[in-house]
């Protein structure tokens, strides 16, 4: 089955600086690969995700990148706010949208942002 | 994307007991899934819910502890049974939303404590 390995799993910044989490996958089937922000005692949410057949997605600070080849995706958190301390979770799955397929987690980043 | 509703939000029961939680979609999902979140881990996949089939279990879960339903498109139950202080943890349920943008969504969770 799918293996997701998330590093780092602790991650401080100040604010203003860039944060990045990366991921890797073992299953080459999958093709969707979503970025979770879950704040505590919160359900996670879905900050943004991406699909194989794109190599970057950007949606104002946040933006996610994919090599395929390389099993590995990205999260890249620019000028980082206080408000964006939270544990983050990528995932990958072989589908999207309607799927059947489920998503494997990985550990999990928790980021801190100190003003 | 779907919006679930999950309850109850949290409940504290005595071992021995059973508790069922419940998960409401606001659209007809083909699959739902129900996952245990230990406090300060990741998400792990309890099983798969498909409408009018038995559900399918991960490795190390078992109907008989985990019994889950699914009447229809939108709803589906998850049975913690025979409780035991090491079943105290957050259960979630998710659902893939309908077209390409759909995504994985995330119900509010239910904290369990077993005493």
């Known amino acids: 089955g799918e293996n997701v390995e998330q590093h780092p799993s602790t991650l401080s910044v100040q604010e203003g600086d860039s944060a990045v989490i990366k991921c890797t996958y073992s299953d080459s089937a999958s093709n969707y690969f979503p970025w979770y922000k879950q704040e505590l005692g919160k359900r996670p949410q879905l900050i943004i995700d991406i699909r194989s057949n794109v190599g970057e997605k950007k949606d104002q600070r946040i933006a996610v990148t994919l090599n395929k080849t390389a099993k590995h995706f990205s999260l890249h958190i620019t000028e980082t706010q206080p408000e964006d301390s939270a544990v983050y979770f990528c995932a990958a799955s072989r589908g999207s949208g309607g799927s059947n397929y489920k998503l494997t987690f990985g550990k999990g980043t928790l980021l801190t942002v100190n003003p | 994307s779907a919006v679930i509703s999950q309850k109850p939000s949290r409940d504290i029961c005595q071992r021995g007991t059973s508790l069922t939680i419940q998960c409401q979609v606001d659209s007809q999902v083909t699959m739902m899934f129900w996952y245990r979140q230990q406090p300060g881990q990741s998400l792990t996949l309890i099983a798969t819910?498909?409408?009018?089939?038995?559900?399918?279990?991960e490795s190390g879960f078992v109907i008989d502890k985990f019994p889950i339903s699914r009447p229809n498109l939108t709803f589906s139950t998850l049975t913690v049974s025979n409780m035991s202080p090491e079943d105290s943890s957050i259960y979630l349920c998710?659902?893939?939303?309908?077209?390409?943008?759909?995504?994985?969504?995330f119900g509010s969770g239910t904290r369990l404590t077993v005493v």
């Open positions: 819910a498909n409408q009018g089939s038995e559900a399918t279990y």
């Open positions: 998710s659902a893939s939303g309908t077209g390409d943008l759909g995504g994985y969504t």
